[in-house]
């Protein structure tokens, strides 16, 4: 990894995903000035597999610039238990590395099917202005919706009655 260091003061981090089929992609972490720019190894790893069409995950492991192994953040294991649920992960452990499922490192993850928008939408028509940030609901005085995903990506919404496949509900 170090031949790919291309700024010695940023964060450098390789990663290698081996899936079902045993082939095996590798990426580096793209670190960015604007920190919410920058894209984890993992995450492109997987988009590498994803692109060749073999995104059954079986293994991840990210490694730092230093040869330590990394446990990947929260945004990287959501990704990688939405795409492989039974996926496995490198992490560093009391006596050197363990191998550990995807969904032991979310143990509250609850899937998209059991998502319940329903009261926040009855919240929003009221007229009820919200921002959610890691599943906390807050009123907001402004008069637009902004929701915050768990990735920290925002989207403005305007008013969410005036969403159209979202005002029927």
């Not at 490694?63 to 996926?87: F, N, Q, T």
Request: charged residues 20%; hydrophobic residues 40%.
């Amino acid at each position: 990894m170090k031949a790919r260091l291309y700024r010695k003061d940023w964060h450098a981090v390789g990663s290698a995903l081996r899936t079902r089929s045993g082939r095996v992609f590798s990426a580096v972490h793209l670190e960015a000035y604007v920190g919410r720019m920058a894209v984890c190894a993992e995450a492109i790893a997987l988009g590498i597999a994803v692109k060749e069409g073999d995104s059954g995950v079986d293994t991840v492991v990210a490694v730092s610039s230093s040869g330590e192994i990394m446990a990947p953040c929260g945004m990287c294991r959501e990704l990688i238990s939405d795409y492989s649920p039974e996926a496995r992960v490198i992490v560093p452990g009391d006596g050197g590395a363990e191998v550990v499922g995807v969904m032991d490192l979310l143990p509250s993850k609850v899937p998209p099917s059991q998502w319940d928008v329903s009261s926040v939408l009855r919240q929003a028509r009221q007229g009820l202005h919200l921002t959610i940030h890691v599943g906390q609901v807050r009123q907001q005085p402004e008069d637009q919706a902004v929701f915050i995903n768990n990735y920290r990506r925002a989207s403005p919404l305007g008013r969410v009655g005036q969403i159209p496949f979202i005002s029927g509900l």
